[in-house]
């Protein structure tokens, strides 16, 4: 199974907004309401930011939002601040019960 | 609050059988709806699912790996493990076991443990 497909790297000031966005196929994110973001910083667990397309855990701050159209979903970050930096993963359940991920994109806050 | 603790031997030789267990606590892995799975990120690249077993002992696998691994739980230790077969220097990653939640409305991994990174030498 191919990786989902994430840009490498994405970039904004503080106080702007990005989207990082996540392609897979009708098998996987088009196929399931069941695509997470996670964030990551190297040497620590990654953090459940989205799951199930659009719902954030509790504790989870209202600046990030999740969307899916189609085959392609998408993490959104508004009012971005320096502790968002870091990388970022979605995932996704698959039509053959397995888990798949993206590449992951690198988050830099300007 | 589950947590998820990685251990096993940081070195391995190439060829060898590369050997983890994921002790979990505050939690049971006989929970219904939990996957216990490994994922592992080599370095500089992305996460890779390597595969997961169910509460009921259901195992499936990253087809791309599927030949290489096997994925075991011990109630009684209230633990599981990873064993990955004939590894190469290409196994050499950051090695995660994580507690996934799916049921027929939602899935989403849960729990991560920090990882523990595996070197495979020649």
């Known amino acids: 199974q191919s990786a989902l497909t994430q840009p490498a790297s994405v970039s904004g000031s503080p106080g702007q907004s990005i989207t990082i966005s996540c392609i897979g196929t009708?098998?996987?994110?088009?196929?399931?309401?069941?695509v997470s973001w996670y964030q990551h910083h190297p040497g620590k667990a990654p953090k459940l930011m989205i799951y199930d397309v659009g719902n954030r855990p509790s504790g989870i701050s209202n600046r990030f939002s999740g969307s899916k159209s189609g085959n392609t979903a998408s993490l959104t970050i508004s009012g971005l601040q320096a502790e968002d930096e870091a990388d970022y993963y979605c995932s996704s359940y698959t039509s053959s019960s397995t888990m798949i991920f993206g590449g992951g994109t690198k988050l830099t806050v300007l | 609050q589950v947590q998820l603790q990685e251990s096993g031997p940081g070195l391995v030789k190439s060829s060898e059988t590369l050997s983890l267990t994921c002790t979990v606590s505050g939690g049971s892995v006989s929970s219904v709806s939990y996957y216990w799975s490994w994922i592992r990120q080599p370095p500089g690249k992305g996460l890779e699912w390597l595969g997961y077993?169910?509460?009921?002992?259901?195992?499936n696998y990253n087809p791309s790996l599927k030949s290489r691994v096997t994925i075991s739980v011990d109630t009684s230790k209230n633990h599981f493990s990873l064993k990955l077969r004939s590894v190469t220097a290409a196994d050499t990653a950051v090695y995660h076991c994580?507690?996934?939640?799916?049921?027929?409305?939602?899935?989403?991994?849960?729990?991560w443990g920090q990882g523990t990174l595996v070197t495979v030498s020649s």
């Open positions: 009708s098998s996987d994110v088009g196929g399931y309401n069941y």
């Open positions: 994580a507690r996934l939640y799916c049921s027929r409305t939602s899935c989403y991994w849960a729990s």
């Open positions: 077993i169910s509460y009921s002992g259901t195992t």
